[in-house]
């Protein structure tokens, strides 16, 4: 009977977020809202925390095989339950940080006089201040990482099972990788919207808004930190997918970070001006080419002092890659002589790489366990 009434709460629940927090037919529903202090968000958390108690119950007391086998109904509410809190605990705030902004925006409402040559003479038009519809999504971008670092923080100190450990890091990953292709889209957006400024007439902007990609980059950064520390448990000693992260995949994030924060600055400096066109045309050339030019030797500086093989390795395909963008796209637009220029520097930096290359092979990729098993043998003879 509890668990009858438990889903019937979360299917009530469910109906109330439908219409309290996505009515798009009522166009005034946030206008008189209170966010964060109103009913709708503490019946999500009653929910939530009725769920998390249930789960409690069942880890302090837990029930006998027997009637596991017995009751078929108990095996499968270990699984949904704690999806259910899952998805409950982040649509709370989620929903609530959506109808938050939502009802800033609507505030933000003043009618003017209208400026359209087609408007009757003394026809008012109402102005609302756009700038909260770009914040509001990229405060969701940022809860997102805070949430999903939480969350990791409780898979590493108290969540020891195996599945639920390895859930939590394919939910980091999607985490990560929706900020890349979603969360710095908008960042962009809001900082285009501050830089534009169409409204200045009607409403000041605070400089504020183009700081909070930094914020966003400091949440990305624990979130990529607390996963290689999941990583590191027990969980995932037997599988290689931890020195694949911390060699390979961390660094690739790092690198879309790096190149899209050269974007922004380039983006701000040059807003306004005849060269911006010219000048985002040269960062995604040579630009990312430099970054990722000296980022691929700071990898393989760092690889060789720790000894770590998939590091090198990463490096040295990332500045493969480099050298084939700088050969086949960078140079496609320049005339002879630059070309020629441009050809026998990349030939003189291939010299280099194929002399250290030949210097440092072993050490490049040979296997990091053979050389300490080296190692030993060598200071026990």
């Known amino acids: 009977l ?8 979360v299917f009530s629940l469910v109906h109330d977020w439908a219409t309290s927090y996505y009515g798009y037919f009522e166009e005034s529903l946030f206008k008189f809202w209170n966010p964060f202090f109103n ?66 925006y609507q505030k933000s409402l003043i009618q003017v006089p209208s400026k359209e040559v087609w408007a009757e003479k003394g026809a008012i038009m109402d102005v609302y201040d756009y700038i909260y519809l770009n914040l509001k999504d990229v405060v969701l971008g940022m809860y997102n990482l805070f949430f999903f670092s939480v969350l990791s923080i409780l898979a590493i100190k108290r969540w020891k099972d195996n599945m639920v450990r390895w859930v939590v890091f394919g939910l980091n990953l999607l985490a990560v990788t929706g900020f890349l292709f979603w969360s710095l889209h908008e960042l962009a ?23 909070l990609r930094y914020v966003s980059f400091a949440l990305f950064a624990i979130l990529l930190w607390l996963t290689n520390k999941l990583l590191k448990t027990e969980t995932f000693n037997q599988f290689t997918i931890s020195k694949i992260y911390s060699g390979c995949i961390v660094h690739l994030f790092i690198l879309a970070i790096l190149s899209n924060e050269l974007m922004n600055i380039n983006h701000i400096l040059s807003f306004g001006t005849d060269a911006n066109y010219l000048s985002v045309s040269n960062t995604y050339k040579f630009g990312f080419t430099i970054i990722w030019g000296v980022y691929s030797f700071v990898l393989i500086a760092i690889g060789i002092f720790r000894k770590n093989k998939v590091l090198r390795i990463s490096s040295i395909s990332l500045f493969g890659f480099t050298i084939l963008k700088l050969l086949l796209v960078d140079t496609d637009n320049l005339s002879t002589g630059y070309k020629v220029v441009a050809y026998m520097m990349l030939g003189a930096i291939l010299l280099l790489v194929a002399f250290l290359y030949q210097k440092f092979k072993v050490l490049i990729f040979d296997d990091d366990e053979q050389n300490k098993d080296e190692t030993i043998t060598n200071s026990e003879i």
Do not use: C, W
């Open 39 to 104: 009913m709708h968000i503490f019946t999500s958390l009653f929910v939530s925390f009725s769920i998390g108690t249930i789960i409690f119950v069942h880890h302090k007391k837990e029930i006998p095989k027997e009637i596991k086998k017995e009751f078929v109904m108990y095996t499968i509410f270990e699984y949904v339950l704690p999806i259910l809190l899952l998805l409950i605990s982040y649509f709370a705030f989620s929903n609530e940080i959506n109808a938050s902004y939502e009802s800033m």
């Open 2 to 9: 509890g668990y009858v009434m438990i889903l019937l709460a």
């Open 189 to 211: 957006t809001l900082r285009d919207s501050y830089l534009l400024n169409e409204q200045s007439e009607y409403y000041t902007q605070s400089s504020v808004l183009l700081y």
